[in-house]
């Protein structure tokens, strides 16, 4: 009886293991909304197990709709990409208009085809973001927090990427219940792109936060803040104290993690959700009890 339930049990974990999709493990991207001038969107920050095609559909109902642009990928870690919207579509584009980023496989050909390079899964779905794109002439509106990794500072953060139309600044705000807050510190820019922006954070709010706290990066133009229907241009990312350390000798360490849901749908990664959560409680629980069952049939 022992020996059929521990059987029994390995079969659920073999099951298990089976019916979850290798390309379903760690798929993961961000992205927020943003003003464009071109048709060149950026995508904040993607993690693919597989490679293959990072796409832009249109929305469609709440869904992602046909596709108006793609950029190949690689297995691993980028931030800050760009994907361009097709001229066609571009030339087309009116207002604010919803877009998905949804990553893709290939099917070796090296070539996207949307009959054939289908969504890569992912646990509740397949990887994709919703997110709000304007377009405009007086230049592009985006921000990029942080991308992946650690970035030691000391009592001020790194903003990977700001554009900007028109001069202005990258201001750095906390996080109120999801939303950005108070104004910690900010940095005048001229109109462009610039990269790996330092931002000196306001040291006595900075001694009152925990050891771990969100922050957000925010764009403003003119002494205005961007916004895309009535939102804020923003990215959120997370903060971390080095131990034993206050104030402006302090050393922080900016993460990916976010301090919220990112604006629009996301559907990630299988290492986030509660579905990963799921199957490794599954897993524990089966693998526990067969090895319990087989070690007291073996005394």
Same mark, same amino acid.
């Given at each position: 009886?022992? !020996?059929?339930?521990?059987?029994?049990?390995?079969?659920?974990?073999?099951?298990?293991?089976?019916?979850?999709?290798?390309?379903?493990?760690?798929?993961?991207?961000?992205?927020?909304?943003?003003?464009?001038?071109?048709?060149?969107?950026?995508?904040?920050?993607?993690?693919?197990?597989?490679?293959?095609?990072?796409?832009?559909?249109?929305?469609?109902?709440?869904?992602?709709?046909?596709?108006?642009?793609?950029?190949?990928?690689?297995?691993?870690?980028?931030?800050?990409?760009?994907?361009?919207?097709?001229?066609?579509?571009?030339?087309?584009?009116?207002?604010?208009?919803?877009?998905?980023?949804?990553?893709?496989?290939?099917?070796?050909?090296?070539?996207?085809?949307?009959?054939?390079?289908?969504?890569?899964?992912?646990?509740?779905?397949?990887?994709?973001?919703?997110?709000?794109?304007?377009?405009?002439?007086?230049?592009?509106?985006?921000?990029?927090?942080?991308?992946?990794?650690?970035?030691?500072?000391?009592?001020?953060?790194?903003?990977? !990427?700001?554009?900007?139309?028109?001069?202005?600044?990258?201001?750095?705000?906390?996080?109120?219940?999801?939303?950005?807050?108070?104004?910690?510190? !900010?940095?005048?820019?001229?109109?462009?792109?610039?990269?790996?922006?330092?931002?000196?954070?306001?040291?006595?709010?900075?001694?009152?936060?925990?050891?771990?706290?969100?922050?957000?990066?925010?764009?403003?133009?003119?002494? *205005?803040?961007?916004?895309?229907?009535?939102?804020?241009?923003?990215?959120?990312?997370?903060?971390?104290?080095?131990?034993?350390?206050?104030?402006?000798?302090?050393?922080?360490?900016?993460?990916?993690?976010?301090?919220?849901?990112?604006?629009?749908?996301?559907?990630? *990664?299988?290492?986030?959700? *509660?579905?990963?959560?799921?199957?490794?409680?599954?897993?524990?629980?089966?693998?526990?009890?067969?090895?319990?069952?087989?070690?007291?049939?073996?005394?």
């Amino acid at each position: 009886m022992r !020996r059929a339930l521990a059987v029994g049990l390995c079969c659920v974990l073999v099951l298990v293991i089976g019916a979850t999709p290798a390309s379903a493990h760690g798929q993961h991207l961000s992205a927020d909304a943003q003003y464009a001038d071109n048709g060149t969107v950026v995508i904040e920050s993607l993690f693919t197990a597989t490679g293959g095609f990072l796409v832009l559909h249109a929305d469609d109902g709440g869904e992602p709709g046909e596709p108006i642009g793609h950029s190949p990928t690689e297995y691993g870690y980028e931030t800050g990409l760009t994907v361009n919207v097709s001229d066609e579509t571009w030339q087309a584009w009116n207002g604010s208009r919803t877009v998905w980023a949804v990553l893709h496989l290939d099917d070796g050909d090296g070539e996207f085809d949307p009959a054939d390079d289908e969504p890569v899964p992912a646990f509740g779905g397949s990887a994709k973001q919703s997110f709000a794109v304007d377009k405009r002439a007086a230049g592009p509106a985006s921000v990029v927090a942080s991308g992946f990794g650690s970035q030691p500072t000391s009592g001020s953060v790194t903003i990977e !990427r700001v554009a900007l139309g028109h001069e202005g600044w990258v201001v750095v705000r906390t996080d109120r219940d999801g939303e950005p807050g108070a104004v910690v510190g !900010r940095t005048a820019l001229a109109a462009g792109v610039h990269e790996n922006v330092s931002v000196t954070l306001d040291q006595s709010s900075y001694r009152n936060q925990d050891s771990r706290f969100g922050l957000w990066a925010t764009v403003a133009e003119r002494g *205005s803040p961007v916004m895309i229907d009535g939102a804020p241009v923003a990215s959120d990312f997370t903060v971390r104290k080095a131990a034993n350390t206050t104030g402006a000798d302090a050393t922080t360490t900016a993460t990916a993690t976010s301090t919220r849901s990112t604006a629009g749908t996301s559907e990630a *990664s299988a290492t986030e959700g *509660s579905g990963f959560g799921f199957v490794v409680g599954i897993l524990a629980i089966a693998g526990t009890a067969a090895l319990a069952l087989v070690r007291r049939r073996r005394r």
